[in-house]
């Protein structure tokens, strides 16, 4: 079955630098479309970055310029690299894969920014 497991999270000041990660099995990795999502506290889940099966990607406004995300398909992993951060940026970080249009998510992972 689809699994996605996030990891590298945490506490960062502002301006700090982090990256997260999502290892995925079950699917052809490869061939998918991948996302991150995140979700602050007391606000829905948005939608944060993009990555095609051919490494095209898109980004919400909010953290254009600041944000990275990119995948190792010999790895099966999914990476956001995070710069710049803010302390609206503080939210549980999701990976989000639809495989035959159902969507599926990993646990989460948190990052803290703050001083």
């Known amino acids: 079955q689809v699994q996605l497991v996030e990891s590298g999270g945490g506490l960062v000041q502002p301006g700090g630098s982090l990256r997260v990660s999502c290892a995925a099995s079950g699917f052809p990795f490869s061939r998918y479309i991948m996302n991150w999502y995140r979700q602050a506290p007391g606000k829905e889940r948005e939608f944060v970055a993009t990555?095609?099966?051919?490494?095209?990607?898109n980004y919400v406004d909010s953290v254009k310029g600041r944000f990275t995300i990119s995948r190792d398909n010999a790895k099966n992993t999914v990476y956001l690299q995070m710069n710049s951060l803010k302390p609206e940026d503080t939210a549980v970080y999701y990976c989000n894969v639809r495989v035959y249009n159902v969507p599926h998510w990993g646990q989460g992972t948190q990052v803290t920014v703050s001083s």
């Open positions: 990555i095609t099966s051919t490494g095209g990607t």
